[in-house]
C-alpha cells in the first residue's frame, strides 16, 4: 500500500489509480463500498480497496475489460484473483505499491442516480452509500462496518432515519427488525481496531457510548413515522437535502427505484 495522503483517507497511490480509471466510470458504473465512503477528510479508517459497482452482469465484464486495458497501457500490473459473472477481483500493482480493485454487479435500484465526481469519475450518492452500509452491518459483523455507519450518523443522515429508508431497498425488514439486528453488533475489542488502517485514534468506550446512543434513536423515529411511508428518505427543498423530518414542515418522502432518482421538489 501506499503513504497515506493528506486530502482524503485514500492511500497516495488508490487515489492516483481512481484518477486514472474515473475517464471510463459512468452512471452505471460507479465508485462505491468503503472507498466512495472514505473520499472525505472526516472519516475515521483508511480503504484498503477500490470497489466499482455496476448495474449488470454484463457491465461488470465490460468495465474490467476496459479498465484493465488502460491500466496495463499505463504501466500497472493487474493480477486476477477471481472471475466470474459479476465479480471481478485483482490487484493492481505499479513499481512498490498495490490495492485490491473489485468490479461487481449490484442491484440498480437505488433512492439517487450516481453523482459525478471530479476526482474518481462516477460514485455512489452518500446516502445510498449509508443505507448500503446499515444492510451490510446487518449481515456481517465487521467493525469497520459500525465506525462506517456512525460516521454517516454523525454527518450524513440519523441512523433511524437509515433503517427506516433500507426498508424500501430490502422490504423483507423492518426498521425495528433491522434495529434489533444491530444491537448485536458493536462488540469492537483494541484487537479489531489494530486490524483497520484508522486515520486516528479512537476510544472504545466513547465508541460506545456512540453507537448506543445511535441504536437508541432508532425506534423513537420509526414510531414517529406514517406506517404507509415506510422504505423511503425525506428531502427538504428548504435544505436542499435529505433530512430527520421531524419538525421539519417541507419534508416529503423521496422513494428510490431502479437508477435512482431526483428529489421531488413540491411548491408550497
Not at 485514500?10 to 480509471?21: F, G, I, K, S, V
Request: hydrophobic share 40%.
Amino acid at each position: 500500500m501506499g503513504d497515506c495522503g493528506e486530502a482524503v483517507p485514500l492511500t497516495d497511490y488508490q487515489a492516483e489509480l481512481a484518477r486514472l480509471l474515473s475517464g471510463n466510470r459512468s452512471p452505471d458504473s460507479y465508485l462505491a463500498g468503503g472507498a466512495a465512503i472514505l473520499l472525505e477528510p472526516n472519516t475515521a479508517r483508511y480503504s484498503r480497496d477500490l470497489d466499482y459497482f455496476h448495474d449488470s452482469e454484463a457491465r461488470v465484464a465490460e468495465a474490467f475489460a476496459a479498465d484493465r486495458q488502460l491500466m496495463e497501457r499505463k504501466g500497472y500490473g493487474v493480477d486476477v484473483e477471481t472471475q466470474q459473472p459479476g465479480l471481478v477481483r485483482a490487484i493492481a500493482r505499479k513499481g512498490s505499491h498495490s490495492t485490491k480493485v473489485e468490479w461487481a454487479h449490484d442491484s440498480a435500484w437505488r433512492f439517487m442516480p450516481a453523482v459525478h465526481d471530479d476526482r474518481v469519475g462516477f460514485l455512489l450518492h452518500p446516502v445510498d452509500l449509508a443505507v448500503n452500509k446499515v444492510l451490510a452491518l446487518v449481515g456481517r459483523d465487521e467493525p469497520r462496518d459500525v465506525l462506517d455507519t456512525l460516521h454517516f450518523h454523525r454527518n450524513e443522515l440519523v441512523l433511524g432515519a437509515l433503517c427506516w429508508a433500507a426498508c424500501g431497498k430490502d422490504p423483507g425488514f423492518s426498521p425495528l427488525s433491522i434495529l434489533e439486528l444491530l444491537r448485536r453488533r458493536g462488540r469492537i475489542r483494541e484487537e479489531d481496531l489494530a486490524r483497520l488502517d484508522l486515520a486516528g485514534a479512537i476510544d472504545l468506550h466513547v465508541l460506545k457510548r456512540e453507537w448506543i446512543e445511535a441504536l437508541d434513536s432508532v425506534k423513537p423515529f420509526a414510531t414517529s413515522r406514517p406506517p404507509e411511508e415506510i422504505g423511503c428518505l425525506y428531502f427538504s427543498a428548504s435544505m436542499q437535502r435529505f433530512i430527520d423530518p421531524r419538525g421539519v414542515e417541507d419534508a416529503v418522502p423521496h422513494h428510490g427505484r431502479p437508477g435512482g432518482v431526483l428529489p421531488r421538489v413540491v411548491e408550497h
